[in-house]
């Protein structure tokens, strides 16, 4: 089944302590992004892939770090979060032939 | 990208087709409309696009006016799973920034037995 799974799914945290959010997808897709939702304000996207190596900067990358050292995983890292990073976070892949975009479950981090 | 609008909410009952417009009226010629879902708060669900014919799938159907500067998503028989808000985006088949989508606010519909 094709499918986008991102870890954890739920995380609560404290300022400064640094985490990473795993990304992977099974549709040997060369494009990802990640993407923020805050109320009011929607979706929003922080980072975005390519290709394996290749990333850049979206609308929102402050305090946000990516690699994508394999195709299928795309990790976003926040450093040291801080309480304005307390978001819904979804990560998605982008299928070029049907121009088409799978979600993940989304993981809902609060930083405390 | 063009704007799009979208009513804020809609209610259907069970059953019965839903019939969501999205007004673009500035979209350009190279641009597809695009629908998309989020049921509450899970990751958005890809439901169907088209440049200016009418497209069907398993899903649901798009109706794209002639002169393309308004389209109507139908969900053929709601059901209460259909609950959710839907996303009319739209923008040219190109990949810039990894293909990114630009979502509005979107259409709250409701789907009441």
């Known amino acids: 089944e094709a499918q986008v799974t991102q870890n954890p799914r739920y995380l609560i945290t404290v300022t400064g302590k640094k985490l990473t959010v795993t990304c992977s997808q099974n549709m040997n897709h060369e494009y990802m992004s990640w993407y923020r939702q805050d109320p009011g304000l929607g979706l929003r996207q922080i980072y975005y892939?390519?290709?394996?190596?290749?990333?850049d900067k979206g609308d929102v990358p402050e305090g946000y770090k990516v690699s994508r050292k394999e195709k299928r995983n795309f990790p976003l890292i926040l450093e040291s979060p801080s309480p304005n990073q307390t978001s819904l976070y979804f990560c998605a892949s982008v299928s070029r032939i049907t121009d088409t975009q799978y979600f993940g479950p989304g993981t809902r981090l609060t930083v405390l | 990208d063009a704007k799009t609008t979208q009513p804020t909410s809609m209610d259907c009952a069970e059953g019965r087709a839903a019939n969501l417009p999205c007004n673009h009226s500035?979209?350009?010629?190279?641009?597809?409309v695009y629908w998309y879902r989020q049921i509450h708060s899970q990751g958005p669900q890809y439901i169907i696009h088209?440049?200016?014919n009418n497209e069907t799938n398993e899903m649901a159907s798009l109706i794209i006016t002639e002169d393309r500067k308004s389209s109507t998503l139908i969900l053929p028989h709601a059901t209460l799973r259909d609950t959710a808000v839907y996303y009319c985006i739209v923008r040219a088949l190109i990949y810039n920034q990894g293909g990114k989508l630009i979502f509005g606010q979107g259409t709250e519909l409701s789907v009441k037995p």
């Open positions: 500035t979209i350009s010629g190279n641009e597809y």
């Open positions: 088209g440049l200016k």
């Open positions: 892939s390519m290709n394996v190596e290749v990333t």
